[in-house]
């Protein structure tokens, strides 16, 4: 089965930028692997923020975007703030009905 | 605004079947072009999507998970299931359900529930 790849960790700084990845064990993701975007704090179930590769959940501020950069997904925060200190998931849609959580990054802003 | 809220035993013993229920309010769970999804995360590690039920009953489910899992809807209760056989430890999670578009907009998610497998 094909493994989805993400970053085990990250840091930033406040008000600076980082950009997560999406991959895959084999191949290249393009749009048509639907790329979405969740984030998690402790406790708490996910909050989605980006869904097709670049559409923002509602609410959800614009310093979050997501885009394709290279041959893997990307999710980028621009101007992160303390509160984004959490756990970042994409998922995957692998065709025939079957999605795929990456094992997920813990986002650290300090 | 649709809201989704999972139920069923905190605990479950090991070879027995997990059941579980994601109650849909705000919403009909039989409009709209919607996959009715389960996903699940033991303490400490990532997400992992267990399946899908869209409104006709058709299904998908996770191949390393297909030969013990059953997910139905019941339209009358607007509510949706799971089933889980032959438990072990290794299931012990918090159990999410969630509601996507047949776009990939994972739209709504309910708060989870942990279930424990254990004797």
């Known amino acids: 089965q094909t493994v989805v790849t993400q970053e085990p960790s990250f840091s930033v700084s406040p008000g600076g930028t980082v950009t997560l990845t999406c991959g895959l064990s084999?191949?290249?993701?393009?749009?048509?692997?639907?790329p979405s975007w969740f984030q998690q704090t402790p406790g708490q179930a996910p909050r989605t923020l980006i869904y097709?590769?670049?559409s923002r959940s509602s609410g959800v501020p614009d310093r979050f975007s997501g885009s394709i950069l290279g041959s893997k997904a990307a999710l980028t925060i621009t101007g992160a703030q303390a509160d984004d200190d959490s756990d970042y998931y994409c998922?995957?849609?692998?065709?025939?009905?079957?999605?795929?959580f990456g094992g997920g990054t813990k986002l650290t802003v300090l | 605004q649709v809201q989704l809220q999972e139920s069923g035993p905190g605990l479950v013993k090991p070879s027995q079947t997990l059941s579980l229920t994601c109650t849909v309010s705000?919403?009909?769970?039989?409009?709209?072009?919607?996959?009715w999804s389960w996903i699940r995360q033991p303490a400490g590690k990532g997400l992992e999507w267990i399946g899908r039920?869209?409104?006709?009953?058709?299904?998908n489910y996770n191949p390393s998970l297909k030969s013990r899992v059953t997910i139905s809807v019941d339209t009358s209760k607007n509510q949706f299931s799971l089933k889980l056989s032959s438990v072990t430890a290794a299931d012990t999670a918090v159990y999410y359900c969630?509601?996507?578009?047949?776009?990939?907009?994972?739209?709504?998610w309910g708060q989870g529930t942990l279930v424990t497998v254990s004797s």
């Open positions: 969630a509601r996507v578009t047949g776009g990939g907009f994972w739209t709504s």
């Open positions: 705000g919403g009909s769970i039989n409009s709209g072009n919607y996959y």
């Open positions: 039920i869209y409104t006709s009953g058709s299904t």
């Open positions: 084999s191949g290249s993701v393009s749009t048509t692997y639907y």
């Open positions: 097709s590769t670049n």
């Open positions: 998922v995957l849609y692998m065709g025939s009905g079957i999605w795929v």
